[in-house]
C-alpha cells in the first residue's frame, strides 16, 4: 500500500549563476526551512511569531534562540539513547542542520498527566498524574484542522503500515521516557508532549522541534498551577523562563 506523507515542498531553484545554498524551502509560524549544498540535510531556523514580533529585535533573536538551544540539547540528549532524530548539529543561536524528512501527516501525543481537551473528554481533574502514558494520534492533513485517528484510519487510508505504526509507537514511548526521568531530576514535570516523525531512506525519524512549544513542562518545585506553568509559551516572562529551563535540563548531575 502506498504511503501518504506530506514532503517539504521543492526546493526553490536558484537563478543562474546562483547557489542554491539558503533557498528557502518552507516559511511557517515558528520555524522556516532552507536548503543546503549538502544532499538530503537542510537547515531550521526559529523565528518568533504574533505578538512577539512587535517586540524590539534583540528580544526575538534571544527567544528563538533559546528555543533553538533547548531544542538542540533535547535532541543530542535522546541521540544518546539511539533515538533516531532529524538533528545534526546546532550551527547558530537560531540555526540548526537537520536531515530532510519526507513528513509523515500525524501528529502524536503523549501524557503522563490528564490535561486539556483529554482531561475533559474523560472527566478527570486537571493535573492528575497517570498511572500509564496515554497516547493519542491527529491527522493533520485533514479538512478542517487536526482530527482524532486510530490505527484502523492510518492503515486504511495509506497513512502508515502497521509495522510503521508499531515503531512510531515504540519510539515516542522511549522518547517520552527519557525526556521525563530527565525531567525528574531536574525538578520538573513532563505534562505532555507533541511529536513528529518523518521518513528518511526508508527509516522513521524524530522531526520537529523539542521546545516548549511542543513539550509542556511544569516546574515540580513552584506551588499552584499558575506558577507551575510558567514555561508555557505564551508567558509573559517567556525569555527568563525559557533561560531558567535550558539552564535546568543541560546542567549536569
Not at 474523560?122 to 478542517?144: N, R
Request: proline share 5%; hydrophobic share 35%; net charge positive.
Amino acid at each position: 500500500m502506498k504511503q501518504q506523507t506530506v514532503p517539504f515542498p521543492v526546493e526553490t531553484t536558484a537563478h543562474s549563476g546562483q547557489s542554491a545554498k539558503n533557498q528557502p524551502i518552507i516559511e511557517g509560524k515558528q520555524k522556516n526551512y532552507y536548503s543546503t549544498e549538502q544532499q538530503g540535510l537542510i537547515i531550521q531556523r526559529f523565528k518568533m511569531e504574533g505578538a512577539e514580533e512587535s517586540k524590539k529585535r534583540s528580544r526575538k533573536v534571544s527567544l528563538a534562540g533559546l528555543k533553538n538551544n533547548i531544542s538542540a540539547y533535547l535532541f543530542e540528549y535522546l541521540d544518546g539513547y539511539h533515538i533516531p532524530t532529524h538533528f545534526i548539529r546546532k550551527m547558530s543561536e537560531t540555526d540548526s542542520l537537520v536531515r530532510k524528512l519526507e513528513m509523515i501527516p500525524l501528529v502524536i501525543r503523549v501524557y503522563n498527566y490528564a490535561t486539556g481537551p483529554m482531561a475533559r473528554r474523560f472527566g478527570k481533574k486537571e493535573g492528575t498524574p497517570l498511572e500509564f502514558p496515554i497516547i493519542e494520534h491527529y491527522y493533520t492533513a485533514g479538512s478542517p484542522g487536526v482530527s482524532w485517528a486510530n490505527e484502523y484510519h492510518l492503515y486504511s487510508f495509506g497513512i502508515l503500515t502497521p509495522d510503521e505504526f508499531r515503531q512510531i509507537n515504540r519510539l515516542s514511548t522511549k522518547v517520552n521516557a527519557v525526556l521525563r526521568a530527565l525531567c525528574d531530576r531536574r525538578k520538573l514535570n513532563l505534562v505532555d508532549i507533541q511529536l513528529e516523525f518523518g521518513r528518511h531512506n526508508a527509516q522513521i525519524y524524530l522531526g520537529d522541534e523539542l521546545s516548549p512549544a511542543v513539550c509542556h513542562f511544569w516546574d515540580a518545585a513552584a506551588e499552584g498551577r499558575g506558577a507551575r506553568d510558567r514555561f508555557a509559551p505564551d508567558a509573559e516572562n517567556a525569555e527568563e523562563a525559557y533561560a531558567e529551563l535550558l539552564e535546568r535540563i543541560s546542567m549536569r548531575a
